[in-house]
Nanobody, 116 residues
Framework: QVQLVESGGGSVHAGGSLRLSCTAS????????MGWFQRPPGKMDELVATIASDGGTNYADSVKGRFIISRDSDHKTIYLQMNNLKPEDTAVYYC??????????WGQGTQVTVSS
């Protein structure tokens, strides 16, 4: 149906940058909301950023001014450019595709570790 594959995680020092990628395949709906969630150690999933099929974006307050969500023109791949990373950004990051009034699909997750 729909498959999401993530990449780009890693380990960096505070102040460093990473760029996460999520590539979708399958029957992608024409109207959708895609985004990134984070799962800090011992915590529940939290929304980081979203991008809609019309291009509109939203960010969690904690990442505004530091992270940028974007997509390729073919709508198959989204990115999360993470700048000025902080230790509290350490988490497993998951790509999500949401179909309005339908189901959600999730990537496998990619680990981001930020050392102080």
């Amino acid at each position: 149906q729909v498959q999401l594959v993530e990449s780009g995680g890693g380990s960096v020092h505070a102040g460093g940058s990473l760029r996460l990628s999520c590539t979708a395949s399958g029957s992608i709906p024409s109207v959708y909301l895609m985004g990134w969630f984070q799962r800090p150690p011992g915590k529940m999933d939290e929304l980081v950023a979203t991008i809609a099929s019309d291009g509109g974006t939203n960010y969690a307050d904690s990442v505004k001014g530091r992270f940028i969500i974007s997509r390729d023109s073919d709508h198959k791949t989204i990115y999360l450019q993470m700048n000025n990373l902080k230790p509290e950004d350490t988490a497993v990051y998951y790509c999500n595709l949401h179909r309005p009034y339908g189901q959600d699909w999730w990537g496998q997750g990619t680990q981001v570790t930020v050392s102080s």
